[in-house]
């Protein structure tokens, strides 16, 4: 079965310093992994998305992500942290093991919290 | 601007009674959507992929006949919860697949409670 966890409820960074929002995630197959973005009371904004090539994949909003297959990780990464980055962030698998599905499995979600 | 839009984007209904929640795809023909469920401070929990022209594939434990939901369109699929309880208070979420791919739209999702 399909799954992602992310093991960090909340995340606090400092404007301007690096963040990492931390994914592990277990599937049988390929890997098809996806982070999203949530703002209070509103959907989710597809950042970026793993499917197949470079480890590092570069998404909106500067937000990259570094697939570590022998870590099975996809932790989401920015540089330089904004106060307006802080929100709730989802790391999601693909729930049938195919890279062409919406069906997402997705993790319990981190809280990131940029302050000034 | 959104590509995938919900209505209402907040709803109150009265126990016992019928909602629907409607997600439309904008610019672009969904043949397959998605329904999610989200508590307050949790993960998004799918309920059903909804199928145009065909029945909804529903998660295990969710109830068919409680979330009925009918894709009547290539830009529109419904859900609508039956005899609504307190407990179903929720943010529902939908999604789209757009095109041959992997880029999934989700729409601004829609309150419940149920009173």
Not at chain 1, 103 to 113: E, N, R
Not at chain 2, 2 to 16: D, E, F, L, N
Not at chain 2, 36 to 49: E, H
Not at chain 2, 81 to 103: K, L, Q
């Amino acid at each position: 079965a399909q799954s992602v966890a992310q093991p960090e409820d909340q995340v606090n960074v400092a404007e301007g310093n690096p963040l990492t929002v931390k994914c592990t995630y277990s599937v049988s197959g390929n890997p098809y992994l996806f982070w999203y973005v949530q703002y209070p009371n509103r959907g989710l904004q597809f950042l970026l998305k793993y499917i197949t090539g470079d480890n590092l994949v570069k998404g909106s909003y500067g937000f990259e992500a570094e697939f570590n297959k022998s870590q099975t990780s996809f932790h989401l990464k920015k540089p330089s942290a904004l106060v307006s980055d802080s929100a709730l962030y989802f790391c999601a698998v693909s729930g049938d093991g195919s890279g062409n599905t919406g069906k997402l499995i997705f993790g319990q979600g981190t809280t990131l919290q940029v302050k000034p | 601007g959104a590509v995938v839009s919900q209505h209402p984007s907040w709803v109150i209904c009265k126990s016992g009674t019928s909602v629907k929640i409607e997600c439309r795809s904008l610019d672009f023909q969904a043949t397959t959507m998605f329904w999610y469920r989200q508590f307050p401070k949790q993960s998004l929990m799918l309920m059903a992929t909804s199928n145009e022209g065909s029945k909804a594939t529903y998660e295990q434990g969710v109830e068919k006949d409680k979330f009925l939901i009918n894709h009547a369109s290539l830009t529109l699929s419904t859900l609508t919860v039956t005899s609504a309880h307190p407990e179903d208070s929720s943010f529902y979420i939908c999604s789209a697949r757009r095109g041959v791919g992997n880029t999934i739209y989700f729409g601004e999702g829609s309150w419940l409670t149920v009173v």
